[in-house]
């Protein structure tokens, strides 16, 4: 039987944006935090200057969607500061000034449980959530997070008796082999769809690669991305699942 220590947080947020890599005019947001993201944040409450392999569950909900106005800078390297086309002068630069609109959810809870492949760091990032050197955030910085619980929990792979409904009515980024195998039941199906739920190639982690030479490096972050399901899931009976002693089950990925 597989068996690991990992760490569960209950955090809540007010108005977030996770945003999505790909959207501009509408900064649009993601339903819930990309593995990145939450990764992202261990990292930085721990200190840590080098990454550290890391499996992670993101499950949790949201009330609502609004549209928020913010100031947007936009500036091209090397142009001079027109006074009919620029906003802003930045020495001899110029930088247009303007207004563009943020997607945000509101009443964001969140389920996490972070499992470190080091076990013996566990203990570690307990403590960096525990004694946080700043106010944690996640999402921009500006998105605090207001941590409700953080419990070192064990997960133990295991094959289920009786199905587990989904905790709270949350949804969850889910593998999509799972979805695919039919080991889990998604919620609201659709008929004639065959896997309910939205699917996402979502960001974990990256590796940096030189597309440069030795001389000229042209260093950029190569990222490595996941194929998940969003949705609400029922773990069905006799398939095997990483479930924590609080009868809470883990789609760690």
């Not at 760091?121 to 207001?146: C, H, M, W």
């Not at 440069?212 to 773990?235: C, H, M, Q």
Request: with cysteine; charged share 25%; glycine share 6%.
């Amino acid at each position: 039987m597989l068996i690991m220590k990992a760490i569960r947080l209950r955090l809540r947020q007010n108005m977030v944006n996770y945003k999505k890599p790909t959207s501009f005019q509408l900064k649009e947001t993601y339903p819930l935090p990309p593995f990145s993201t939450v990764i992202g944040m261990v990292h930085f409450l721990c200190g840590y200057t080098a990454y550290h392999p890391m499996q992670v569950s993101v499950q949790g909900k949201y009330f609502s969607k609004v549209n928020d106005l913010y100031t947007r800078y936009e500036f091209k390297n090397g142009m001079k500061y027109e006074e009919a086309r620029h906003q802003l002068k930045v020495g001899e630069y110029g930088v247009g000034q303007g207004v563009a609109t943020a997607e945000l959810l509101v009443d964001v809870e969140l389920m996490l449980h972070i499992a470190p492949e080091d076990q013996s760091l566990v203990e570690e990032i307990y403590n960096a959530f525990i004694q946080p050197k700043e106010y944690p955030s996640l999402g921009r910085r500006e998105d605090l997070a207001t941590i409700d619980e953080i419990k070192v929990v064990t997960l133990s792979l295991t094959k289920l008796e009786k199905q587990i409904f989904a905790h709270r009515d949350y949804y969850a980024y889910i593998p999509y082999e799972m979805v695919h195998e039919e080991s889990v039941n998604l919620t609201h199906k659709i008929q004639g769809v065959a896997h309910s739920g939205t699917r996402y190639k979502l960001t974990k982690n990256y590796e940096l690669v030189n597309y440069g030479n030795e001389k000229l490096p042209k260093v950029f972050r190569r990222w490595n991305k996941v194929d998940v399901i969003y949705g609400s899931a029922t773990a069905l009976a006799e398939e095997t699942f990483m479930v924590d002693e609080d009868i809470l089950v883990a789609f760690l990925i």
